[in-house]
């Protein structure tokens, strides 16, 4: 539409713009100019968390206390039910309230001509058919078409590319873009989610990775639940053979679905994921989604943006050619010398950075006129003077520059080919001429720029690679400049056009995987790769500044905003970069692994002692015809270890070199082995109990008896998992060291004095019972534990 047009539409006078009664009508019509967040309801939030596997088991346990009159027992589950929420909750919470503090960093305002006043009012405010006025350095907030003035700008936030746009007089300017030259009125066209700018943001809001935790905590529910529920009919069975009550297996029932739960799991998560984003942002790396650094140890994909992330986002100059009798620093100098400072220019800025650093260009020169860059005869020029020399110099496009200098057809033919050959390599390019103040300009040569690599990039690709990490560069500009910038960086010159990509709508993930990256993409393109690879299995990263990167930043497991990213990709990234460069992008990553491990090092022990316990418990319910603990006293033991072993999350363990792959069902086998040797080390003990220390005639002290050995079978194991090899070839953490002696003197405590409904009994049962375990867990379960885990890496290193 041209202006006329639009001064119809809207019924705007261009000379006095909207008045306030006509402002309060669109705003009701249109609405804000901001694309508004569904935020869920903090109520709402929390009671989600009582919907879940976990939560419906200990749902079912209180439900089932209550049935058979063990409120304690119902009370007490309440009570993990609800720790459990609260901590998830709040942990979430806090990440949110960080999202929300990057959003409202950036505020912007806009002058606009409303009752013939210019004001300065809110960007949010604005509307369509307001008149707007931009200048240098603007951010563009709407959908603008051009009534009088024109500007070059910088739309690399929205399309990705990286050379700068000029726009005149009835063309569109899109909201997003940055304006890098000149000034212009224009009138709003479209305003929030209607823009270019907008749409991007609702396709961020569509946008939604999965959660990779909360599948691995129902993959272990679900294995415990298996295990329980086997023992359980073995139970049911020979009790029905038995003759006995069936309803006298509730109780069984409750004590092994206490012990299977892993109630701290989700606890352990959260914490974990918790102190290893309080370690991130130490190192310059801030987690915007809490389960952000467990993604990213898994990642095995990273799609990366190039401007603004590989690149500087700034041109400079790549190469000289310089005419007979010039000098390649002449070449640089003349250019130099027909740009100007004061604008700001990013190709003047580029010829004049580059002379400095050459330090070809001094002050004896001395600019007496200058001409900026205008679209109808495209060239800067200046006069200058040198002492008494005076002559005039300038730069611009190479068809320009050759007419000006009348260049002969086969010298015309000659430096074009170099011209094209540039532009192949993916170089913009200019001419330079310099001439007396009367004489014919003469040609200097040829200058190729470009958007350069950061200096940590190739460090970084490299360290990637070592890591297991595949790169996949994704970038909206041109072929020729994908593939050269990607080979610089050692990504590899693999780089295919979006176009090649879809197949009857669909993105060729075969394609994708074979090829280094992708040039020429959409902010939709970008989505839709990192769907295609999630959808093939690959757990993906994505780098990136812009608006464009946006949606790929959200639908990406682990999104990654580089510290001069727009607010938008910051919003929409789980992880933001807060100091220059990539190379803190190899922090999560790093401390993404090492919470990895573990994470693990909880589930295996829990697997172990899920199996000691139910096969200790079952077993001899079977043999002896009666429960050797007690409902309470399985709740406390939970108490005491399940929640002590969160300190796991702050052990010393070191990161694996290659991306970090959940296999619970290998888990599952080396805890089941271990698990069952804990159990028949049980059984011994329970045999010692009963011959020695004539605990078949008094049920309460065998239950208290029984209770000790499964808590230092528990608390010991932890020593014996956290480590693959041998359990002193690492030193645990401090504060998971001090938590376990502190959990042990007081299972002592309350087992020494009666505390808690616990019989005591005497100390030296209490040292007999822990000298056989330490003995049992230090020498045989580590053995068979180092050996299992050399079974499995060497299975794994078969299988790759």
Known sequence: MNAQDNTKKFDTDPAKGLNQSEVDNKLKEYGFNEVPDKKTNPVVKFLKKFWGITAWMLELIIILSWFLHKHSDAYIVLGLLLFNA?????????????????????????????????????????????????????????????????????QSAITGESLEVQKKEKEIIYSGSIVTKGEATGMAMLTGAHTNYGKTIELVKIAKPKSHIEEIISKVVKLLLIIVGALLLIALIVSFFKGINLLDILPLMLVLLLGAIPVALTAMFTVCMALGSKELVKQGVLVTRLNAPDDAASMDILCVDKTGTLTVNKLSVAKLMAAKGFTEDDVLLYGALASQEANHDSIDMAFINSAKQKKVLNNSFVQKTFIPFDPQNRKTEAKIKKGNEEFSVMKGSFNVITKVCALDKKLTDDWEASVNDFGKAGYRTLAVAKGGVKDKPQFVGLVALHDPPRDDSKRLVNELKKLGVSIKMLTGDALPIAKEIAKAVDIGDAIIKASELEKADIVDVKLLEKNDGVAEVYPKDKYDIVKAFQAKGHIVGMTGDGVNDAPALKQAEVGIAVSNATDVAKGAASIVLTKEGLANILSPIKIGRMMFERINTWILNKIARTIAKTCFVVVAFLVLGKFIITASAMLIMIFMTDFVKISLSTDNVKWSEKPAKWNITNLAKIGIVIGLIMALEAFGLLYIGLKYFNLNADNRALSTFCFEILLFLALLSIFVVREKNHFWHSVPSKTLLFLIVCDMILGIFFTTFGLLGFKAIPFIQTIVVFVYTGAFSFIINDLIKVSLFKKWTVEMAEKL
Do not use: C, H, M
Request: glycine share 6%; aromatic share 6%; proline share 4%.
């Open 86 to 154: 609260i901590i998830g909750f709040v942990q979430e919470y806090n990440a949110a309230n960080a999202v929300e503090a990057l959003k409202k960093k950036l505020q912007i305002n806009v002058k606009v001509l409303r009752d013939t006043v210019w004001k300065t009012v809110p960007a949010r405010e604005l509307v369509p058919g307001d008149i707007i006025r931009i200048r240098i350095g603007d951010f563009v907030p709407a959908d603008v078409n051009i009534i009088q003035g024109e500007v070059s700008l910088d």
